[in-house]
């Protein structure tokens, strides 16, 4: 049994008695959007929701009343203490696959809503052929007229390192490049500042701040439950993000933005230190 429906009792009970009102913005982290579900035949977990099941979950976000915000708005809300006074949400996605764009987007606009890509500068219009699970899958990465027309449209970018390698293991000049470098390809690419990065499999250390802030970055993201109302100096390097995992129940993405899973992070967070201290 998933984790999460294990738990569904005690998640229902948290946003009913606990976090039933929580106010702030919550960043979701999405990966890929795809027309149609290849994990079974594949024998293979992807970390994809599929076309139908997306456009459930942000009509689901409408039908709560939550409004979802670009990233400009919503590190806004976070820097001038709006965000205490609303249900905010900030959709993301990671790596710069194809079909953020010609799928997600789509139905975004559909609603209305913004969306924010964490874009690998290495992978723009390259073919990945990787293997998962003994199952041998091709993704297709955005180009860099994709990436210009999503800007053109509403969207915005961001960084996710140049060649998506883990950050805690590289050294000083290879981890400045990584952030760096990636940001001043991204701007030329699309011809704005670059100013958000996401770590690569969410791996991050204190080391990394002063980089980040010398490289010109107002936030940096990692993959944590919960939601944020405010941040300072140190915290805007470490936003968290609630990742969506493979073609989510209904109930339990419903739970998940609600707030009812928020106190995993507790135990996430100290799963996190442990592995990046160790």
Known sequence: MDILDKYKPLATLYTRYINSNWQGVRFLCYHRVIEKDIS???????????????EKQM????????????MKHALSLLQNGEANKGHY?????????????????????????AAHIFVVTDWIGQMNHRAAQGAKLS????????????VREGGSVGSHSI????????GAQELLKEIRDSKRALQQIIGQSVDTFAYPYAFYNDHMYEILADSGYAAAFIIELGFINSINNKQRYRIRRTAI??????????????GGYDWIRYYSRIKQLMRNYM
Do not use: R
């Not at 993704?139 to 999503?150: A, G, M």
């Not at 995992?245 to 609600?258: G, M, R, T, V, Y």
């Open 40 to 54: 079974k035949e594949n024998n293979v977990n992807i970390l994809a929701v599929t076309a139908d099941v997306f």
């Open 139 to 150: 993704c297709q990465f955005v180009s860099k007229s994709d990436l210009q027309l999503f």
């Open 245 to 258: 995992s493979h073609n989510e129940k209904q109930d339990i993405f419903a739970l998940k933005i609600k």
């Open 89 to 113: 949400i900030c959709i993301t996605f990671d790596d710069g696959y194809l079909d953020n764009v010609t799928i997600a987007w789509p139905i975004l606009k559909k609603f209305g809503y």
């Open 163 to 170: 060649s998506h390698k883990a950050m805690t293991t590289l």
């Open 59 to 70: 009509q689901l976000i409408s039908d709560l009343g939550m409004t979802v915000v670009s």
